[in-house]
Structures are given as C-alpha cells and as structure tokens.
C-alpha cells in the first residue's frame, strides 16, 4: 500500500530497499522557496540502525 509522506503518522513500518523501518519521529516543514512543503522522518531499521529521510511531502512510501 501506498500513502504520501504527508500522511505517515508515527509507528507506520515503511519499505524501503527491501528493508522494513518503523518512524519513530516525523516533523514537516512550511512551505520554502522551492514550494513545497517538506517531511523529515526519523526511522529505525530492524537491527536498531536509526535512519533519517527527507523527502517533498507528496513524496509516496510504501508502507506495510
């Protein structure tokens, strides 16, 4: 299943490279010069590797 970053909420498990990380954190951003607003997640892998994604907030996961 997909969903945009936008709408992720915390404890969501993501899929990304073939591994599985569930978002600890998610913090958004107003809109800047670019125009978009941006999504900062903060994840952790299975093994307790934290990992820290930024993407555009119509950015689509794939999401467990």
Do not use: C, H, W
């Not at 969903?3 to 809109?31: F, N, Q």
């Amino acid at each position: 299943m997909k969903k945009l970053a936008k709408e992720l909420k915390k404890g969501d498990s993501l899929l990304i490279g073939g591994e599985k990380l569930s978002i600890e954190i998610i913090e958004t951003s107003d809109i800047g010069k670019q125009g978009t607003q941006k999504v900062r997640l903060e994840a952790k892998k299975a093994n307790g590797e934290k990992v820290v994604i930024i993407r555009p907030a119509d950015y689509p996961f794939n999401v467990e």
